[in-house]
DNA sequence: TACCGTTGACTGACTGTTCAGTCTAAACGT
DNA sequence: ACGTTTAGACTGAACAGTCAGTCAACGGTA
């Protein structure tokens, strides 16, 4: 608020005006098809600027994914404060990542995730900052599965593995909802995450809205897949 | 083998050149940094030739999408035929999945994959394909948990669900490995994986090459995940 | 004046695609 | 058996469009 803080922010602010822009270019058009043009355009500056600001396009590009991850990292951990319990903080964290339209989030940030995936496969600065925002991630779930432990509500399990498994499980979920796979939907993948995690950590879970109408044909495979295998449980040495 | 399937196959023979070669440039450069003069160079053809053939630059690189996958299927149920039972095919999968360098594979061929998602995002076509290939896999695991449950090896579960899950982590940990996870290694990534088929399909699974010179660093950080959470198992309600 | 954010105009390099034609070998007519 | 025609694989060279990055100048401000 002083008259320093300003004159910093009178440039902050341009940066960060672009950063927004360049987020939004990339979740529209993809990584690949944007153009320093479309980031200057809707930051209502031109393109000799943005090269200004960032020097190179691949600086403007590397810079928007930092921003990217920095602006989930926040939104994810008031997030998280703002949960009950650590059942709620778990589930919401599946909602974040496999369920369509979190609220507030810009339409098409799944593109960004797997795009981001794709330049942190060749590009090595990038993969540096994909890796410490994955752990992050997972200290994230860590830190939810010690709370829930610490209030009995989970189980006593391994909690690096079960961090590992369930970031995994909700990458691969993500991708399937995000490709718009006609199997697994939002509703399921939040059902299959959960379904694990309440298992794993021994909670019960059930899923919202029984009486949903798109139940139809899911329920006919299922009941296929069932009667191939008949009921009767005879589970084999192990079974723990 | 008559002269009229020899004529076609000098053309077809053309066609399957060029395919590899677009398979291998976009796994080298990635599929943004492939040129169809790469293609070309590697296929000894001019670029002219190339589009001759594929019409276009994006029919080229769908084409090579395609190829990959229906190679990659082909290897794979040859793979499953070779397994002596069900437990050693469910290892092959997450082997061929999570595994660096499944030997004959093309090297960066996780990139494809990753570009083949990002693709799929954007462009309808290759979303089909992906999806009809995404359904193909899931069959894959489908049959070879019915074909454990029949010989008794695997316990009666839901196939359905367990493959959407199963698909997904593997999925998700295909993705640490291939970006290089200081964590997720593959190492690590078959623990999980088969760790979870285990308590799933309830059958024992013991890691291979337990005096393994490459487990320094990882013992470490697993027992001190261990030695966080301890052992003595309270577990709450509705345990399993 | 000196500085700095800003820009329009420009350029140099790259690349998908076209096109006019070349080469080869089979098909054909005689 | 032999010249001619045809068809199709193939190419070098050029075209046309795109786009990242440069540069000299301009205007406001300290």
Redesign the pocket.
Known sequence: MTAATRETS??DE?REQMLAAAVEVICERGFAE????DVATRA??????V???FG???GLLTAAFRHSEEKFYRSTSELMAAQPDARAKLESLVRVTCVKQGRDEVPGAWGLWLDLWVQAFRHPELSKDRAVFDRRWAVTIEDVVREGQGAGEFGEIDVEEFAISFAALMDGLSIQVALDDEIVDSTRALAVAMGFAARALGFTWVPPGRAGADSSRRNKDRQRSESTAPRAAKLPRSAR
């Open positions: 009178a440039q341009r944007t153009r320093i043009a209502n500056a031109s393109p000799a600027l090269i200004y600001y190179t396009k691949d």
